[in-house]
């Protein structure tokens, strides 16, 4: 009888036991939850039972709530302590980054195990410090299988690849997590064939993939667009039972959009109902790299009517189908659904925004994301300075930079291209200079091709065409063509015949059919009035097979895109538009426009070269425009080529007629019409 009754007090004391750590397991994390972070250290000292499990739930949720101090107290006033409390009091520090501490309490632990000595080596692989992590490794007494994985995965991660192999082959034993981290590790680091190599290893030693095996090896095979093998992984998933994890799902979809089996992509997709974001966005981002970018919009639509809210990385993916298409009603209303959802402030979602606006011709709008955008990143700064670049505002370039500096954010090489871009289409000749000069000087950065590139664009527009073949010549790399390119435009704006000739025989050295040398050579030919020569020049193309590129221009309004040609008759409103057109050249002439025959780059009679010029595809599409749009509302044109200097002094005359506010982007920049005047001041 005495010995059930002591047995049954001993249950008892377990059940009130356990009911107690639960109890007090779960008003701390309420408490940490709700903000109430101080009362949480009332609740130990109310029970009499205050043990080691509990202690350590509650340094664990100080911990996931940043409050360090709060979990070292409760540690320091545990009269008995585990190796698990104590494991877990040091991971805790290397969480929120107090190596001091960790250090000082893995120095006083009195039996330490092995997962003592990994939390310290994956802390400090986690916080960038391989060496001390590789030292830690060496003198650790005991290593598992984990402590090696941890090291490799480590590596990996700090961009190490060469000692992660290393370390695989020196392994004792590999489990499937060892080959999944090592073709995982690879992968991320760009060598993905490496990866597919290691899994055909893997496979040889008898070792059976797991469905994150798969999921690494099929992201390879999608990075490398290897179909074959990718086709006989989906075959063994789908024997295996795989195919309803998410995490092959996922990569599947994402395989087939890169190796363009967009049919297949989808089929994966329908196969069944996902509720995952995850599935979803790999389909939308399928449909975008693909360049199906209405289909894109569409499964982002679907989204919301399948009730599965879109995140950053949908969000991102649909906002560039939008810029591809340069829809930019459309990317207001995604802009919308984000402030709905409340990512109006994520810096992915931002740095998409920043570049529809500006590509779609609105700055101000772009600059106004930028400012709300709440932790910047350097993709933030760039997106705004090359936008604040293509629209001609090489000062806000310049003010840009100097608050990312600042701001303690580090340029890259994006950066400088943009502020060199800045500064060669708003006629910085100086700023130029000083930047170029810098970045030479820049011992973190490689100046690469784009960067002399944009010198020799500035140096050229700017009249220094001397200066600008001696940097070409010096270059410490061989130019390509886009520099001879600048050179050679710039001979056309300075009308320096004998220089382009020497310039367009260096392009046609490294690229005989690049068809922009041979149309920017026949329209100096043709300035010079050297019609012989012009002639010459369009018979090489026509024997070569090269061919100009037609002049462009097109209006996207209510989700539709209206193309125009030079003389352009077939769009369904021919009638109206011309009409529009000989209203605003009666309006023209009554401020004295006169045709500049010189952009007419045709040996014809010059009335005809004033026909010739007066249905220039630009001026078709903003007279469509005009028709069509509400009335006082901006009007943004996209052309191909760039603007020749007649239909540039057009339309000054045509957003003062009209009072209306005109965009046009050509193939150099963002020209604003307004009143008479332009962005550019008469500089592109």
Request: hydrophobic letters at 40%; charged letters at 20%.
């Amino acid at each position: 009888m005495i010995r059930r009754l002591r047995v049954s007090q001993r249950l008892f004391n377990t059940i009130l036991h356990t009911k107690v750590t639960i109890f007090v397991n779960h008003i701390t994390c309420d408490h940490l939850k709700n903000q109430k972070k101080n009362d949480t250290l009332v609740f130990p000292n109310k029970f009499r039972y205050p043990d080691v499990y509990s202690c350590t739930k509650m340094i664990q949720s100080y911990v996931r709530n940043n409050r360090l101090d709060n979990a070292l107290k409760v540690f320091d006033e545990m009269p008995v302590r585990d190796t698990v409390m104590w494991n877990s009091m040091i991971k805790g520090c290397i969480d929120c980054e107090d190596l001091e501490v960790a250090f000082k309490l893995f120095d006083e632990m009195p039996e330490r195990n092995v997962v003592s000595w990994t939390t310290m080596v994956s802390g400090l692989l986690m916080l960038g410090r391989t060496e001390l992590a590789e030292q830690l490794f060496m003198e650790m007494p005991l290593k598992d299988e984990a402590a090696w994985n941890s090291m490799i995965h480590g590596y990996f991660v700090n961009g190490k690849v060469e000692a992660a192999v290393r370390l695989f082959h020196k392994m004792p034993s590999r489990s499937v997590i060892s080959w999944t981290s090592m073709i995982g590790g690879l992968d991320q680091t760009g060598k993905s064939d490496e990866a597919l190599f290691i899994f055909k290893q893997m496979l040889f030693c008898g070792v059976r993939p797991t469905s994150m095996t798969f999921s690494s090896v099929l992201t390879a095979c999608a990075n490398v667009k290897d179909l074959r093998l990718g086709l006989l992984i989906h075959g063994n998933v789908g024997k295996l039972g795989y195919l309803s994890d998410v995490y092959i799902t996922v990569p599947l979809i994402t395989f087939y959009a890169h190796c363009a089996d967009i049919d297949s992509c989808c089929k994966v997709f329908y196969e069944k109902a996902h509720s995952s974001v995850v599935a979803w966005t790999s389909l939308l981002t399928g449909y975008s790299i693909n360049c199906k970018h209405e289909n894109a919009l569409e499964v982002f639509s679907d989204m919301f009517r399948s009730n599965v809210l879109p995140n950053q990385s949908s969000f991102t993916s649909a906002l560039n189908s939008c810029c591809e298409l340069e829809a930019l009603d459309r990317g207001k209303e995604i802009n919308g659904a984000a402030v709905k959802l409340g990512l109006e402030t994520d810096v992915f979602v931002g740095n998409s925004l920043i570049v529809l606006y500006s590509k779609c011709g609105n700055i101000n709008d772009g600059l106004f994301i930028f400012k709300s955008i709440a932790e910047k990143n350097t993709v933030s700064w760039n997106s705004m300075i090359v936008g604040c670049a293509q629209h001609g505002y090489g000062k806000w370039a310049l003010i840009l930079f100097n608050q990312m500096i600042r701001n303690g954010v580090s340029p890259d090489d994006i950066t400088f291209t943009g502020l060199l871009s800045a500064c060669s289409r708003s006629g910085m000749l100086n700023k130029g200079r000083c930047i170029f000069n810098f970045l030479l000087n820049y011992k973190s950065m490689n100046v690469k091709l784009e960067h002399y590139a944009c010198m020799v664009d500035i140096l050229g527009r700017n009249g220094e065409l001397n200066e600008a073949v001696e940097l070409a010549k010096n270059m410490p790399m061989e130019p390509n063509t886009s520099i001879w390119l600048a050179l050679l435009s710039a001979c056309k704006t300075h009308s320096n015949l004998k220089l382009a000739e020497t310039a367009a025989e260096a392009i046609f050295n490294v690229d005989p059919n690049c068809s922009a040398a041979y149309t920017l050579l026949s329209n100096l030919y043709a300035f010079a009035g050297r019609w012989h020569d012009v002639s010459r020049i369009r018979g090489v193309m026509k024997i070569n097979g090269i061919t100009k590129e037609r002049g462009l221009s097109w209006v996207n309004l209510k989700g539709l895109r209206h193309e125009f040609y030079s003389g352009d008759k077939s769009h369904p409103m021919t009638t109206e538009i011309y009409a529009k057109l000989e209203w605003i050249g009666e309006k023209l002439k009554g401020f004295g426009y006169v045709p500049d025959q010189m952009f007419a780059l045709h040996d014809v009679e010059d009335e005809q070269k004033e026909t010739l010029l007066l249905y220039h595809s630009e001026r078709l599409a903003i007279c469509f425009a005009l028709l069509c749009s509400v009335e006082g509302s901006t009007i943004t044109v996209m052309k191909n080529l760039r603007v020749c200097g007649d239909c540039h002094s057009v339309i000054k005359l045509i957003a003062k007629v009209v009072k209306r506010e005109i965009v046009v982007r050509d193939s150099s920049r963002f020209h604003h019409f307004k009143d008479g005047f332009c962005s550019c001041s008469d500089y592109w």
